[in-house]
């Protein structure tokens, strides 16, 4: 007996030691639900725990199938999905109408088990991504899911991604992940860019040469347009059957596909199928490029109609979507301008210019109004891009806000539903890191996690009734610099992580820093499913500050989660362990990254070199452009280097003024060199210097020239940073004057020729 107890007690005291080690759940996921009300106590969540879901709900079903098999996948357990009543210490699905919201849910754990409640189907749906987000995806085997209520519910309606298959095409399967990726989001959406001038990609079957022709480019072009091709053929195409296999795929996730038919521009792919239904007749050729092509439908043409209304009579079959997208962005004019065909019909209709728009935005209204009198006679709704609020915008139409938010709002003050998608916030192939060079190539711009997390899709302009009209938000990922899957999910994730919280948060409780912090937790199940995603906010964040009182450079650095942070000062392997602000007074080459187990973050770099003006007091005679004054004058000699991108805040501008600035080394020291660094980009007006001057006081009043040079105006476009440097005979002096003269009149090349240019400047040296 004894010996019995003994060894119960040796077994107890084991089980609990295993009880300890397993890994607990943490359910401040992302999105942050709106409300996490731990109580003390757990539910094991073990091998063999039932899903009990209503008899006969085929989503409910679904539903239990989708916990399972996600259980399975992060953690190695398999749960049972039983029909039936909710049972004690399992986990129950149940539809609630006490939740109003269809797509809100409560996730409560406590003594009876586990209960996942919705407003519908969908409702569990996001409850059951709550609880597989919440638990520990580096963990195996059981784990502890603590007492809870989680209550949630989406701020919006309308949670989207974009996804072009024109520009590159992707395969079902893909597609099929991508929708994967968006229900562990939370979205509800996904646009379908299915046809553009680089490819048609739905079967139309009265119209076969669509897909036979149009879905075929001979070559692509290498780079931004750079004139080399690769001169291999590509294409593709979705049979019906297969969009069909992806609606229903997505729809079992609650994401409704609405597809996209970009009309009356981007048509190429069309018209080198039917090159009839183009103002020229042709021929025309699936473009090998990138960009606007003038070449569009021609929308005098009543076959042009009639093909439109074809494509959507079949695409309206294949897709339930209430809403079908029909583009009518970036759809230039000049062709309609010359085509008598298009004139005719203007005539015919009685267009004219007026100051509610061009005749040729009135035909491009009128043809956007024909698809839509289609759609609304088949029990569709119509949206746009906001360019299709020029000429007047259909009344049933809803509007996708892309070139800022000003068409979004417009229309809402209309009284016409809006998706806001604006480039500023949403557009997922613009670069998410501004050292380029250290990324694929993208189309440009420059979109971090940060920026994407700041977006707020109502605008202040609004009143409450109009705001209520901005029906929801999505990102864009336009695909021309996207060749396959793996890097579709490196620019989407995790910018999409931070979009969700726009989408489902109230916009006072999104909160950066907080999730920051929660990021680490959804890269692991990104790992866990295999997902490619870009690691910057688990690097380094490096920030340098000038501090002219100690005469020193300061540096922090910090990692989202808090890791360990290995530095060297010296261009070393870093092996230092980072403690706390570092004051840096000579030349360093600062390398410093992050230390999670074995594995080793990307470097944060960065080069010092310190002058005889460094951290020095310096005053500016005029002040820098408001926009580009950043820490002033300071910024100057605090031997910062900006980066390629002038708005970065390490580059002061100036506008009309020349800069100049005088420095007081402290004591009479000796000089005979001066270097300042410029960043040039004539497209956007910055200019480098025309000239440099360096003066020399004893006592600040008085100065005296010690070397000038000028340099001349570029001819062309220019994009370079450069280091000027004038030497002069050794000089002992105490205060310096340098002037760095801007462009007070742009050269005649340029468009803003006349007006005064800009000049981007990071640092002066004196040496
Ligand atoms: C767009 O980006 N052209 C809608
Ligand atoms: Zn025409």
Known sequence: MKLKNTLLAGLLSCFSLVALAQPSADYNIIPLPQSVQLAQGEFLLKEGVRVTYPAGNELMKNNAEFLAEYVQEILGVKLQPVAGKAQKEAINLAVSTSIKNKEGFNLKVNAQGVTISGGSEAGV???????????????????????????????????????????????VEFVKRYIDILALHGENSLHWH????????????????????????????????????????????????????????????????????????????ALSAYPELGCSGGPYEVWTRWGISDDVLCVGNPKTVEFIQGVLAELIEVFPSEMIHVGGDECPKVAWKKCPVCQAKAKELGLENTEHGTVEEKLQSYFIHEAEKFLNAHGRQMIGWDETLEGGLAPNASIMSWRGLEGGIEAAKQHHNVIMTPTSFCYFDYYQSADQKNEPIAIGGFLPVSRVYSFEPVPEELTAEEGKYIKGCQANLWTEYIPDGSQVEYMVLPRMAALCETQWMDKSAKDYTSFVKRIP??????????????????????????????????????????????????????????????????????????????????????????????????????????????????????????????????????????????????????????????????????????????????????????????????????????????????????????????????????????????LFLDEIELN
């Open 125 to 171: 749906f996001y409850g059951i991504q709550c609880l597989r987000k919440s638990l520990p995806a580096e963990a195996t085997g059981a784990v502890k899911l603590p007492f809870v209520t989680v209550t949630d519910t989406p701020r919006f309606e309308y949670r989207g991604m974009m996804l072009d298959c024109s520009r590159h095409f992707f395969p």
């Open 194 to 269: 299915l046809t553009d001038d680089q490819g048609w990609r739905f079967e139309v079957k009265r119209y076969p040469k669509l897909t036979e022709v149009g879905s075929w480019r001979e070559q692509t072009v290498i780079g931004h347009n750079s004139g080399r091709y690769d001169g291999t053929r590509y294409g593709g195409y979705y049979t019906q059957e297969q969009c069909r296999e992806i609606v229903e795929y997505a729809k079992k996730r609650y994401i409704n596909v609405m597809p996209e038919i970009d009309m009356p521009g981007h048509m190429l792919g």
């Open 521 to 758: 937790r959804l890269f692991a199940l990104y790992d866990k499913l295999g997902y490619t995603y870009a690691k910057h906010l688990l690097n380094v964040n490096g920030v340098l500050k000038g501090n002219t009182e100690e005469g020193c450079l300061e540096l922090d650095l910090a990692t989202a989660d808090q890791a360990p942070i290995l530095y060297s000062l010296d261009g070393t392997e870093p092996s230092k362990k980072y403690e706390g602000t570092l004051k840096i007074k000579q030349d360093a080459h600062i390398r410093a990254l992050a230390v999670r187990g074995t594995a080793k973050s990307a470097e944060w770099t960065q080069h010092v070199k310190v002058s005889k003006s460094s951290f020095k007091p310096v005053t500016l005679k005029d002040n820098p452009a408001p926009n580009y004054t950043y820490g002033g004058a300071p910024q100057l000699v605090d031997c910062i280097h900006g980066t390629n991108s002038y708005s970065m805040g390490a580059w002061l501008g100036f506008n009309g003024d020349d800069c100049v600035a005088t420095i007081d080394l402290g004591e009479a020291q000796e000089i005979s060199t001066c270097n300042v660094r410029t960043l040039t980009e004539t497209r956007s007006w910055c200019f480098d210097t025309n000239g440099l001057k360096v003066e020399v006081s004893d006592d600040g009043q008085n100065f005296r020239k010690v070397a000038e040079e000028f340099y001349p105006l570029p001819k062309d476009e220019e994009r370079e940073i450069r280091n000027h440097t004038v030497s002069f005979d050794k000089v002992k002096a105490r205060y310096v004057r340098v002037t760095v003269g801007t462009v007070k009149s742009i050269p005649q090349f340029h468009s803003g020729h006349g007006k005064p240019a800009y």
